[in-house]
């Protein structure tokens, strides 16, 4: 080490603004508008402020910043800078050094996290950052993914940087995650050799300092514009969350006005826009959010639909998904390559003329389309096609969920993961909050949104919920070069088989025609969506009937067999609304296969349900006091009708039920559940 002032002496110091790409406008101005955003109006700490390259811009953005700092030459500097003997900073070693009061944002930029160059220095840098928080506060750190994918194997350095002026690299302790800057800087022809210790830290051991430290993650992006983080960042911005108000750090007892069951797309959008609403909001998922049907799903968004009432909502829903970082303040990435609507039988081209003239009078965009070109649809040439070009997808089902989370957490809904809800408590005839295994959360709204176990939830109140849940499964090819990743969705109705590029490969998802119900009630308490029997044949058999167009559906060795639950409904619509005969209990369900794409407008019309007390233009259709009394078997019998005429439910109306009740052959009772790949 230098000096007193640690590798950032004054050597370093009197340079150090400008040396990096970090010191433009642009990147200054992006870090310092989400750090004041995050800030939220209170006060922010920096820990190792340096000379001020953040928390200058923060300031002008009028946040209250203080600092602390190990280097008194970098301070110096900072002290030199207009504002800059305003802001108060401690002198000292940030994993260390307190600052009186508490503050609503710390952070830590620019790798600076990797100068602690021990664990037990990273952990504690994590619990004084927590110590400065007020509840509900967050801290930020802006950080590296170590490079170590990038070293050839047997090598330990990396080359970062060869100039006239310098050269850097780089070097890697996978034993001890030590790391070592080299820097060689030139000067009249001669070089001059220095160097400084990191210790490289993963984003995933950064969550544990942070749990350890008492905090959780709330966000983390590919940098200060909220990309999504994926495998390929070299890079994160992370923010952790210290326990709020609304906290779930403790166990006990707590109040909300809302809390809803279910972190699936259905409950996070209801919470997310009763958040929207001002409401205090709990949701709890007895697993992790999003890892049921939602995260399963295909992610298409489809705007031509059997009546007037779902376009407007599956409209609104694509509105809402492609301004989702407009109104919910995080990003979404969506594809918008539009949709083919393909029928080879008489009978379907039939059927697609009605759907064509309908959904224009429900004022969504149809074309009828003059042939389509697809990379991965060769068609026959006889075929009728609609063109849907507002439809869209979202690859990723699990950005959906990841960005409603995030929007939930950045409006003050509290998340609770892995705590199933194991009671309803009414009190004088309402539904009163609920019971978890952890803890008792008063409210006067309850939502169940509890996706295949929505009946057993309402259950736990003694209500009843009339949907049936089926199974459904979509696969998804290796990638292949004959598949353009921007091509179009298509649905090819007379086979009711789906199809999109993903991941480089193709999608290829359907209905199946005698579809398999499937009662959780009825499995083993520990019964989640990985215990649904798959079955590759019947998709084989789906993509088998659109094999002479779509030969990549069936000849493309699989990369992923997936599945999960439908709630049916005997009218083939949602199940949205108050539970009859018991006040304070709401339910969203009934999905009927749409129930991720049209989430994000459900959760809107029934937060507005909920807030005002007033059903929202039409949602009275959906509400589940429409149906009356009705038997398993026939509840059962209709949904099933309804799942295997998805693509054409005007078609015809069940006259009779198809099937009786759970029948043989469905998933029932202690029958031994297996993954069968036949
Ligand atoms: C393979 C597949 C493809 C699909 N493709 C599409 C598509 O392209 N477009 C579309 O719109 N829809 C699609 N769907 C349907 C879509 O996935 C569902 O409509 C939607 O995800 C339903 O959301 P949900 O919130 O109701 O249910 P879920 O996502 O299942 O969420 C319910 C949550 O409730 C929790 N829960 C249950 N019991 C309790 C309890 N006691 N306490 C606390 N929590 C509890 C569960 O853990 C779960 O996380 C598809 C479904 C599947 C299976």
Partial sequence: MEDEDGYFGERVAATYDGTSGVFGPGTVEATAGVLAELAGGGRAMELAIGTGRIALPLTRRGVEVHGIELSRAMVARLRAKPGGEDIPVAIGDMATTTMDGTFSLVYLVFNTIMNLTSQDAQVACFRNAARHLEPGGCFV??????????????????????????????????????????????????????TMPFRYVWPSELDLMAQLAGMRLRDRWDGWGRQPFTSESSQHVSVWEKPGPLGLGHNGLMDADVVVIGAGALGLSTALHCALAGRSVV???????????????????KSVQADKLRTR?????????????DWAGVPLPVACPGSFLIARTPQHREYLGQELAQSRRWGADVREAPRTELSYYRPAGDEYVLWCPEDVYIEEPASLIQACLAACRRHGAAVAENEPVIGIPVTAGRAAGVETERRSIAAPVVVDAAGGWVRQVAGLAGARVPVAPVRHQLLITEPASSIDPAAAIARVVDAAVYLRPARGGLMVGGFEPGPLPVDPEQQPASFSTDDVPLNLGVLRKLA??????????????VAEHRGGLFT????????????????????????????????????????????????????????????????????VSRGLWQYAHYYDPAAGTPQRPLRVGWPSGSVRGDAALTRDQG
């Fill in 141 to 194: 750190i802006e950080c590296r993914v170590p490079e170590l994918r990038r070293l050839p194997p047997g090598q330990n350095v990396l080359p970062w940087h060869v100039s006239e002026e310098n050269w850097v690299a780089y070097s890697y302790d996978p034993a001890t995650q030590a790391m070592h800057g080299h820097y060689v800087e030139f000067s009249g022809g001669q070089g001059e050799y220095h």
């Fill in 283 to 301: 949701v709890v998922d007895r697993h992790t959010a999003g890892s049921q049907a939602s995260g399963r799903a295909a992610g298409l968004f």
């Fill in 313 to 325: 909502l599956a409209r609104r829903s694509i509105t809402r998904a492609l301004s989702f970082a």
């Fill in 544 to 557: 088998g009937q659109v094999a002479a167009e779509a030969p990549a559906a069936d000849s493309t060795p």
């Fill in 568 to 635: 049916m409904s005997p009218d083939g619509r949602f199940v949205v609304g108050p539970v009859p005969d018991l006040p304070g209990l709401w339910v969203a369900s009934g999905c009927n296969g749409s129930g991720f794409s049209s989430s994000l407008a459900i959760g809107e019309a029934l937060a507005a349900w909920i807030s005002s007390d007033t059903p929202p233009p039409g949602m009275t259709a959906l509400a589940p006091d429409r149906f009356g009394p009705l038997t398993d078997d026939t509840l």
